[in-house]
C-alpha cells in the first residue's frame, strides 16, 4: 500500500514540501542551540582556558551569535505571542539608552557601551523569553551558566593567583578582578545550591556540593567586602527558603556548622577588612582607604544623577568625569547617573516583574506538582535578592547576568502559568493530530480529481469530488 508521499509524488510528480510548523520548530531549534552558544561563550570563557584561543575575537562572535539567534527566534514565530511586561520594560530602557547617546558627554563611548555591551544582555534575555517554553530547557540553560561558575571558581583555587594576597580569578572579564570574582560567585551561589537539591544520585550531589563549599573558600579567598555581604545574603535567604519553608531541618543545622568552621579559619586580617565597612580605624589602613574611595565615588554619583535627572551622562561615561575611570561602584546610582531617573525607574520595575513572576509561579498547580519547578523557583527567588543587594557594592548594569536573571523567570512564569493543564494539551493535540490528518487526505483526493486546493492546484476543467462527508443525525427510533 502507497504511503501519501508517495500518491503525491505520483500525482505531482515533486515530493511535497515540509510543512510550514516543522520549519518554524527547526528554527526556534537553530535559535535555542544558539543561545546555548552564547550563555557558554559568555560564562565559561573558553579563551582564557584553552590555548590559541585568545586570538579569536570570540567577545564579537557571541554578538554575532546572540544577532543570528534573535533573527531566527523571530522567524520561528515565537515572538507574535503577547509580550511580556517585563520584556516591554526591558526594551524601554534600551530604547531610552538609546535616546541618550546624542546628550552623553563622550557621544562615542557611549554608543560603543549600548551596541556592544548593553545590547547583547537585551538580546539575551529576549531570546530566553521567546524561546524556552519547556522545563527541560531553562533547566539546562540555567545549569550552563551555574556548571561554568562552578567549574571557573574550582580553577581559580587550583592557579591559586594571589596578587596582594587576593585570590584572582582564572578568567578573564567579569571573574579576573577579586572583587567582581566574589560578587559572580556569590551570585551564582543560589543557583548551584538549587542544582544540588535536584541532583539525582549520590555522584552527583557530591559534585554540586564541593562545588559548593569551593565557592564557599573562594569569596573568603578573595578577602572582598562586597563579596562576602552579598554571600551572606545569598545565604540567609537560601536557609530561610530551602531549610525554613522548605522544611529541611538538616539544612539549617549543616548551613550552622558550616558557618562556625568558617568563621574559625577566616584569617585576622580578613575580620579587620571586613570591620573596616562601618568601622573607622587603622586595623586596615588599604581597607580603610578604599572604603573611602567608595563613599566618595558613591556620593559622585548620586550628585551626577541629580544634576543630570532626565538623561544622564549617556553610557559608560561615569569613568570618564571621575577622571580616574573608576566606576561608582553601586549598579542603582550608576544607572541613574548614566541614564538618568527613567533609566532607574526602568530597571527596577524589571526586578518588581522578577518577584511578580516568581510570585505567580508558586500560585500555580505546576509548582505544586512539580519538585524541580519548586526547587529552581527559590532559587530564582534567592539569586535575584542576592543580586539586588550585591548591586549595592558592584556595577553590573553593563553585564549580562541580571538580564539573564529576569528572563528565567520570564521563562518560568510561562511554562508553569501560561501553559494549559497537561491531560487538556493533549486532547488538543490529538484532536489536531487528527484534524490534520484528514484535511490532507481531503487534499489529496481533491488533488487527484483536479479540482483547485488551498495548496494551489488546478485544472481547467473543474470535477466534482466523488464523495462527500454526509452526516445523518439520530433518530428517535
Avoid at 500500500?1 to 510543512?19: C, L
Avoid at 531617573?341 to 513572576?357: D, E, K, Q, S, T
Avoid at 527559590?378 to 538580564?403: I, K, Q
Wanted: charged share 15%; proline share 4%; net charge positive.
Amino acid at each position: 500500500m502507497k504511503s501519501r508521499i508517495e500518491i503525491e509524488k505520483s500525482k505531482s510528480g515533486t515530493v511535497p514540501a515540509a510543512p510550514p510548523e516543522n520549519k518554524k520548530r527547526q528554527k526556534a531549534k537553530g535559535a535555542y542551540l544558539a543561545l546555548l552558544l552564547l550563555s557558554a561563550l559568555y560564562f565559561a570563557r573558553p579563551e582564557d582556558v584553552i590555548p590559541g584561543l585568545s586570538v579569536i575575537p570570540l567577545a564579537k562572535i557571541a554578538g554575532g551569535i546572540a544577532l543570528v539567534a534573535l533573527i531566527l527566534g523571530l522567524m520561528s514565530g515565537r515572538s507574535k505571542q503577547k509580550l511580556a511586561p517585563e520584556v516591554k520594560y526591558l526594551l524601554a530602557f534600551f530604547v531610552w539608552y538609546c535616546i541618550t547617546i546624542p546628550f552623553a558627554y563622550w557621544r562615542g563611548g557611549a554608543f560603543t557601551t549600548v551596541m556592544t555591551r548593553l545590547s547583547k544582555g537585551v538580546i539575551a534575555a529576549l531570546l530566553v523569553a521567546f524561546l524556552v517554553r519547556e522545563l527541560w530547557q531553562l533547566k539546562r540553560l540555567v545549569w550552563v551558566q551555574a556548571a561554568a561558575v562552578a567549574v571557573m571558581t574550582v580553577l581559580s583555587l587550583a592557579a591559586h593567583h594571589t596578587p596582594n594576597g587576593r585570590l584572582t580569578g582564572v578568567l578573564g572579564g567579569v571573574f579576573e578582578n577579586p572583587n567582581d570574582l566574589a560578587i559572580n560567585i556569590a551570585l551564582n551561589w543560589p543557583l548551584c545550591l538549587a542544582f544540588f537539591f535536584m541532583a539525582r544520585g549520590a555522584f552527583r550531589k557530591a559534585l554540586w556540593g564541593a562545588a559548593l563549599l569551593a565557592m564557599l573558600v573562594a569569596v573568603q579567598m578573595t578577602y572582598s567586602r562586597s563579596g562576602f555581604l552579598a554571600l551572606v545574603a545569598a545565604c540567609l535567604l537560601a536557609v530561610w527558603q530551602f531549610g525554613i519553608r522548605g522544611r529541611r531541618i538538616h539544612l539549617i543545622f549543616i548551613a550552622g556548622l558550616l558557618g562556625v568552621v568558617l568563621l574559625i579559619a577566616t584569617p585576622g586580617k580578613y575580620f579587620s577588612r571586613l570591620a573596616s565597612i562601618v568601622v573607622k580605624g587603622e586595623t586596615d589602613p588599604a581597607g580603610e582607604a578604599s572604603r573611602e574611595q567608595r563613599t566618595q565615588l558613591l556620593k559622585k554619583s548620586v550628585m551626577t544623577a541629580v544634576h543630570n535627572p532626565l538623561f544622564g551622562i549617556g553610557a559608560g561615561n561615569f569613568e570618564v568625569i571621575d577622571g580616574a575611570w573608576r566606576v561608582a561602584h553601586n549598579t542603582y546610582t550608576e544607572v541613574a547617573a548614566e541614564g538618568g531617573f527613567p533609566a532607574f525607574i526602568l530597571f527596577m520595575m524589571l526586578f518588581y516583574r522578577a518577584f511578580a513572576n516568581i510570585r505567580n509561579v508558586r500560585k500555580s498547580q505546576l509548582y505544586k506538582e512539580n519538585a524541580d519547578v519548586r526547587i529552581l523557583g527559590d532559587g530564582l527567588w534567592v539569586s535575584v535578592l542576592a543580586f539586588m543587594a550585591g548591586a549595592f557594592f558592584a556595577s553590573t548594569e553593563y553585564s549580562m547576568y541580571p538580564y539573564y536573571l529576569v528572563a528565567y523567570t520570564t521563562a518560568l512564569h510561562q511554562i508553569a502559568c501560561l501553559r494549559p493543564v497537561a491531560g487538556k494539551q493533549k486532547m488538543v493535540d490529538r484532536f489536531t493530530s487528527v484534524k490534520s490528518g484528514v484535511d490532507r487526505d481531503v487534499a489529496l483526493v481533491y488533488a487527484s480529481q483536479g479540482v483547485r486546493t488551498e495548496n494551489g492546484n488546478s485544472s481547467a476543467e473543474k470535477k466534482r469530488p466523488r464523495w462527500v462527508y454526509k452526516w445523518n443525525p439520530p433518530t428517535d427510533s
